[in-house]
């Protein structure tokens, strides 16, 4: 029996609607999809990577066949340790475009044999990304229609315990 996986991989800083989007459109091309959470811990981003994976995993619940797991180091290491041939990303426009053909080609030099598979925003998620919904609840903007609804309640007790304002 065949299992295609594919690497979703990313920030996640924190999980948005169009992240979500990318998952279920991956989860119909392959058999399982790996998101992957970048854990660097020279940068701890805006929420730890543990609440980032926790919040990845209940916006998630209800999917088959997609997997987080957390990774540190190079992308193309982490895809050659789980024997992984596909990434998946998501373009929103020219800009990312730009950045992750770059990416695509690194990774590939890396990890010889690794494609990625660039599929581009749906037009009702292209404006969405986690640097304006974190800006947006630094303010106390209302983030509910970009972000899956099972990640709020962590991303605004996240706000309301720090003093951004
Ligand atoms: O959500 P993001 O921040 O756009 O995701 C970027 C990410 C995490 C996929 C990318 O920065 C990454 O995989 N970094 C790990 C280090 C690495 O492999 N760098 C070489 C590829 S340019």
Redesign the pocket.
Known sequence: MSNLRCLY?????PVTLGHMDMIRRAARIFDTVVV?V?H?PDKQGCFPVEKRVDMLKKACRGLKHVEIIAYD?????FTREQDIRVVV?GVRGGADLESET??AR??GQ?HPGLETVLLPAAPDKEQIS?SMVRQLAAFGADISPYVPAEALPDILAAFASQDHN
């Open positions: 991989p990313g920030s996640f800083d992957g970048l660097n180091g190079l992308l193309a290491r990303r770059a990416m690194i990774n890396l986690a």
